[in-house]
Protein backbone atom coordinates (compact mmCIF):
# COMPACT_ATOMS: atom_id res chain seq x y z
CA UNK A 1 0.00 0.00 0.00
CA UNK A 2 2.85 2.04 0.88
CA UNK A 3 4.71 1.47 -2.25
CA UNK A 4 1.62 2.40 -3.96
CA UNK A 5 0.85 5.89 -2.88
CA UNK A 6 4.34 6.55 -3.05
CA UNK A 7 4.49 5.40 -6.87
CA UNK A 8 1.36 7.96 -6.94
CA UNK A 9 2.79 10.24 -5.38
CA UNK A 10 5.86 10.58 -7.08
CA UNK A 11 3.74 10.56 -10.61
CA UNK A 12 1.67 12.86 -9.16
CA UNK A 13 4.87 15.32 -9.22
CA UNK A 14 6.18 14.17 -12.26
CA UNK A 15 2.21 15.68 -13.85
CA UNK A 16 2.26 18.53 -12.28
CA UNK A 17 5.71 19.87 -13.34
CA UNK A 18 5.07 19.11 -16.87
CA UNK A 19 1.54 20.97 -16.04
CA UNK A 20 -0.96 18.26 -16.63
CA UNK A 21 -2.74 18.01 -13.31
CA UNK A 22 -5.26 20.57 -12.61
CA UNK A 23 -8.16 20.47 -10.09
CA UNK A 24 -10.65 21.29 -12.50
CA UNK A 25 -10.31 21.50 -16.58
CA UNK A 26 -10.21 24.87 -16.16
CA UNK A 27 -7.69 24.80 -13.51
CA UNK A 28 -4.14 24.55 -13.80
CA UNK A 29 -1.95 23.37 -11.22
CA UNK A 30 -0.55 25.12 -8.22
CA UNK A 31 2.11 27.37 -9.06
CA UNK A 32 4.77 28.04 -6.30
CA UNK A 33 4.85 32.05 -4.88
CA UNK A 34 7.52 33.96 -6.29
CA UNK A 35 7.48 35.84 -2.56
CA UNK A 36 7.81 33.42 0.15
CA UNK A 37 4.43 33.00 1.80
CA UNK A 38 6.10 31.31 4.33
CA UNK A 39 9.24 29.88 5.88
CA UNK A 40 12.17 29.86 3.33
CA UNK A 41 15.47 29.16 3.90
CA UNK A 42 18.19 29.83 1.61
CA UNK A 43 20.36 27.44 -0.05
CA UNK A 44 23.50 27.71 -1.33
CA UNK A 45 24.79 25.20 -3.73
CA UNK A 46 27.67 24.02 -6.61
CA UNK A 47 26.74 22.58 -9.58
CA UNK A 48 25.93 19.11 -10.04
CA UNK A 49 29.12 16.97 -10.67
CA UNK A 50 30.65 13.24 -11.28
CA UNK A 51 32.84 11.58 -9.46
CA UNK A 52 34.43 8.19 -9.91
CA UNK A 53 35.01 5.74 -6.97
CA UNK A 54 36.69 2.88 -6.84
CA UNK A 55 34.53 1.39 -3.92
CA UNK A 56 36.43 -1.20 -1.06
CA UNK A 57 37.00 -4.88 -3.14
CA UNK A 58 36.16 -3.52 -6.57
CA UNK A 59 38.48 -3.46 -9.41
CA UNK A 60 37.03 -0.81 -11.14
CA UNK A 61 35.66 2.72 -10.60
CA UNK A 62 31.51 3.48 -9.99
CA UNK A 63 30.54 6.55 -11.20
CA UNK A 64 28.76 8.94 -8.69
CA UNK A 65 26.64 12.49 -8.96
CA UNK A 66 26.83 15.05 -6.14
CA UNK A 67 25.63 18.38 -5.15
CA UNK A 68 27.44 19.99 -2.31
CA UNK A 69 25.17 22.94 -0.99
CA UNK A 70 24.79 25.22 1.93
CA UNK A 71 21.42 26.34 3.49
CA UNK A 72 21.26 29.28 5.70
CA UNK A 73 18.24 30.21 8.17
CA UNK A 74 17.30 33.90 8.01
CA UNK A 75 13.78 33.51 8.50
CA UNK A 76 13.38 34.81 11.88
CA UNK A 77 12.56 31.63 14.11
CA UNK A 78 14.01 28.39 14.50
CA UNK A 79 13.02 25.79 11.69
CA UNK A 80 12.85 21.83 11.34
CA UNK A 81 15.08 21.21 8.66
CA UNK A 82 14.51 17.39 7.06
CA UNK A 83 15.41 18.23 2.98
CA UNK A 84 15.26 15.73 0.35
CA UNK A 85 16.91 15.63 -2.83
CA UNK A 86 15.68 13.78 -6.11
CA UNK A 87 17.21 13.72 -9.55
CA UNK A 88 14.95 12.83 -12.56
CA UNK A 89 16.36 12.49 -15.92
CA UNK A 90 14.60 13.49 -19.13
CA UNK A 91 14.08 9.91 -19.63
CA UNK A 92 12.08 9.45 -16.51
CA UNK A 93 14.57 7.99 -14.25
CA UNK A 94 13.68 8.62 -10.81
CA UNK A 95 16.69 8.62 -8.15
CA UNK A 96 16.72 9.94 -4.03
CA UNK A 97 19.80 10.79 -3.00
CA UNK A 98 21.62 8.39 -1.24
CA UNK A 99 20.16 5.95 -2.34
CA UNK A 100 22.57 2.62 -3.48
CA UNK A 101 25.18 5.71 -2.44
CA UNK A 102 28.30 3.68 -0.53
CA UNK A 103 29.71 5.35 2.82
CA UNK A 104 32.66 5.50 0.87
CA UNK A 105 31.71 8.29 -1.53
CA UNK A 106 30.98 10.08 1.49
CA UNK A 107 34.37 10.20 3.29
CA UNK A 108 35.78 11.15 -0.11
CA UNK A 109 34.07 14.07 -0.89
CA UNK A 110 34.52 15.46 3.17
CA UNK A 111 38.27 14.50 2.47
CA UNK A 112 38.42 16.32 -0.96
CA UNK A 113 36.36 19.32 0.60
CA UNK A 114 37.69 19.48 4.21
CA UNK A 115 39.59 22.96 3.78
CA UNK A 116 36.73 24.54 2.03
CA UNK A 117 34.25 23.08 4.20
CA UNK A 118 35.83 22.13 7.62
CA UNK A 119 32.41 21.96 9.20
CA UNK A 120 31.06 19.49 6.05
CA UNK A 121 28.16 17.49 7.63
CA UNK A 122 27.28 14.00 6.40
CA UNK A 123 23.54 13.81 4.93
CA UNK A 124 21.87 11.78 8.00
CA UNK A 125 23.90 14.63 10.67
CA UNK A 126 22.31 17.67 8.66
CA UNK A 127 18.76 16.89 9.81
CA UNK A 128 17.20 18.56 12.63
CA UNK A 129 16.05 21.89 14.11
CA UNK A 130 18.31 24.62 12.08
CA UNK A 131 18.94 27.76 14.14
CA UNK A 132 19.04 31.23 12.66
CA UNK A 133 22.14 32.84 11.71
CA UNK A 134 25.32 32.32 9.55
CA UNK A 135 27.06 30.45 12.43
CA UNK A 136 24.51 27.96 12.60
CA UNK A 137 24.85 27.30 8.67
CA UNK A 138 24.84 23.65 7.37
CA UNK A 139 26.92 22.27 4.73
CA UNK A 140 26.26 18.70 3.22
CA UNK A 141 26.29 17.33 -0.07
CA UNK A 142 23.48 15.06 -1.84
CA UNK A 143 25.15 12.07 -3.63
CA UNK A 144 23.13 10.01 -6.63
CA UNK A 145 23.90 7.05 -8.32
CA UNK A 146 24.85 7.15 -11.84
CA UNK A 147 21.88 7.50 -14.46
CA UNK A 148 20.85 6.59 -17.58
CA UNK A 149 23.43 7.79 -20.33
CA UNK A 150 20.33 8.06 -23.09
CA UNK A 151 19.27 10.96 -20.65
CA UNK A 152 20.17 14.33 -21.68
CA UNK A 153 18.96 16.67 -19.09
CA UNK A 154 18.50 16.03 -15.93
CA UNK A 155 16.51 18.01 -13.19
CA UNK A 156 17.56 18.01 -9.27
CA UNK A 157 14.46 18.59 -6.70
CA UNK A 158 15.03 19.73 -3.56
CA UNK A 159 12.23 20.00 -1.27
CA UNK A 160 12.09 20.52 2.83
CA UNK A 161 13.24 24.79 2.43
CA UNK A 162 9.67 26.10 2.52
CA UNK A 163 6.79 25.84 5.01
CA UNK A 164 4.67 26.12 1.50
CA UNK A 165 2.31 23.81 0.73
CA UNK A 166 -0.46 22.95 -1.66
CA UNK A 167 -2.88 20.25 -3.10
CA UNK A 168 -3.62 18.90 -6.44
CA UNK A 169 -6.15 16.96 -7.61
CA UNK A 170 -5.21 12.85 -8.05
CA UNK A 171 -5.71 12.14 -12.06
CA UNK A 172 -6.22 8.44 -11.42
CA UNK A 173 -8.41 8.74 -8.79
CA UNK A 174 -11.61 6.75 -8.92
CA UNK A 175 -14.80 8.44 -7.67
CA UNK A 176 -16.34 5.17 -7.65
CA UNK A 177 -14.32 3.63 -5.08
CA UNK A 178 -14.00 4.94 -1.23
CA UNK A 179 -11.39 7.88 -0.99
CA UNK A 180 -8.37 5.90 0.48
CA UNK A 181 -4.03 6.21 0.97
CA UNK A 182 -4.25 3.86 -2.57
CA UNK A 183 -6.85 6.04 -3.61
CA UNK A 184 -6.50 9.53 -2.84
CA UNK A 185 -8.41 12.46 -4.71
CA UNK A 186 -5.74 15.30 -3.90
CA UNK A 187 -1.67 14.68 -3.90
CA UNK A 188 0.10 17.23 -0.87
CA UNK A 189 2.74 18.96 -2.66
CA UNK A 190 5.74 21.21 -1.51
CA UNK A 191 7.39 24.37 -2.49
CA UNK A 192 10.24 23.01 -3.86
CA UNK A 193 13.37 23.44 -6.14
CA UNK A 194 14.29 22.83 -8.92
CA UNK A 195 17.75 23.23 -10.31
CA UNK A 196 17.55 21.75 -14.31
CA UNK A 197 20.51 20.85 -16.42
CA UNK A 198 21.73 20.23 -19.88
CA UNK A 199 24.18 17.13 -20.31
CA UNK A 200 26.44 17.53 -23.67
CA UNK A 201 26.46 15.03 -25.98
CA UNK A 202 25.43 11.21 -26.93
CA UNK A 203 25.64 7.91 -24.53
CA UNK A 204 29.02 7.24 -24.88
CA UNK A 205 30.47 11.40 -24.32
CA UNK A 206 27.98 12.37 -21.89
CA UNK A 207 30.28 10.50 -19.01
CA UNK A 208 33.06 13.18 -19.24
CA UNK A 209 31.04 15.78 -20.42
CA UNK A 210 29.99 18.53 -17.46
CA UNK A 211 26.74 19.50 -17.04
CA UNK A 212 25.26 23.34 -17.81
CA UNK A 213 22.73 24.93 -15.74
CA UNK A 214 19.67 25.63 -17.74
CA UNK A 215 17.11 26.87 -15.29
CA UNK A 216 16.80 27.31 -11.02
CA UNK A 217 12.82 28.12 -10.05
CA UNK A 218 10.50 27.12 -7.54
CA UNK A 219 7.82 24.70 -7.97
CA UNK A 220 5.19 23.11 -6.31
CA UNK A 221 5.45 19.49 -6.53
Excluded at 139 to 153: H, I
Excluded at 194 to 207: F, H, K, Q
Amino acid sequence: MKNRLAHLVCLAGLMVCAGLVCATPAVAAPEASKIARRWQLDIEFHDLERVSVTLPGDNKPTAYWFMLYTVTNNTGEDIEFYPTFDLVTSTLQVIPAGEAVSPTVYDILRQRYSKLYPFFRDPIRVHGKLLQGEDHARTSVAVFRDFDPKADSVTVYIAGLSGEFAKAANPMFDPKKPESSDNPRFFPLRKTLAVTYDIPGDEVTRAASTPIRRLREWIMR
